[in-house]
């Protein structure tokens, strides 16, 4: 079946760049999607379709993708943007939710 | 857009439950909607999806045969109906809107409700 790893956690000091990578087979021939949860709240949708931001998200979110491995930054890091991070991806009729990674701004 | 989940609770391992979610904000049924859970401490597992015109319906293994997603278009209203209930249910339970009418390879959730806490346990 479909998965997608990511790291459990990722620290990062304020104002730094912090790098999210998600994998999985044959990801480069799907889409990635990535969601902010903080906790207590529902996700919310940062990124879509690889590279896209939905309006209302700052610019110092971004996304990539490289081969197999899709890969969130966030420029210029905030301590509004510590929270957990999932990547998703559709495969074969049903959707798939990366691991999720918890990011710390130190 | 409004999303709410309804009709979490406790309820003994092997039991039912009725899952309610009322949209508001958009034209229902002009968007596959999902359910998503996740287990306290846990990550996000994503559970069944159903299209706008609700003729294509999808489920997660792990709830297959157990759990049935409908919705109510007129009613602008979403059901998850879960039956034969396990400790591994227990979870919050969200609803999500898909951005387009049938779920594709471009498809994301831009809406998701607050959740409803569904526990099972003796």
């Known amino acids: 079946s479909f998965e997608l790893t990511q790291p459990p956690s990722v620290s990062v000091s304020p104002g730094q760049t912090a790098s999210i990578m998600c994998s999985g087979d044959k990801l480069g021939n799907k889409y990635a999607s990535w969601y902010q949860q903080k906790p207590g709240q529902s996700p919310i949708l940062v990124i879509y379709?690889?590279?896209k931001r939905p309006s209302g998200i700052p610019e110092r979110f971004s996304g990539s993708l490289s081969g197999n491995t899709a890969t969130l930054t966030i420029s210029g890091t905030q301590s509004v943007d510590e929270a957990d991070y999932y990547c998703?991806?559709?495969?074969?009729?049903?959707?798939?939710f990366g691991t999720g990674t918890k990011v710390t701004v130190l | 857009v409004q999303l709410v989940e309804s009709g979490g609770g406790l309820v003994k391992p092997g039991g039912s439950l009725r899952l309610s979610c009322a949209a508001s904000?958009?034209?229902?049924?002009?968007?596959?909607m999902n359910w998503v859970r996740q287990a306290p401490g846990k990550g996000l597992e994503w559970v069944s999806s159903?299209?706008?015109?609700?003729?294509?319906?999808h489920y997660a293994e792990s709830v297959k045969g157990r759990f049935t997603t409908s919705r109510d278009n007129a009613m602008n209203s979403l059901y998850l109906q879960m039956n034969t209930l396990s400790a591994e249910d227990t979870a919050f339970y969200y609803c999500a809107r898909d951005v387009y009418s049938t779920g594709e390879a471009l498809s994301r959730f831009d809406y998701w409700g607050q959740g409803t806490l569904v526990t099972v346990a003796s």
């Open positions: 904000g958009f034209i229902f049924g002009d968007y596959s």
């Open positions: 159903i299209s706008g015109g609700g003729a294509y319906i």
């Open positions: 379709q690889d590279t």
């Open positions: 998703q991806a559709w495969a074969s009729n049903s959707f798939v």
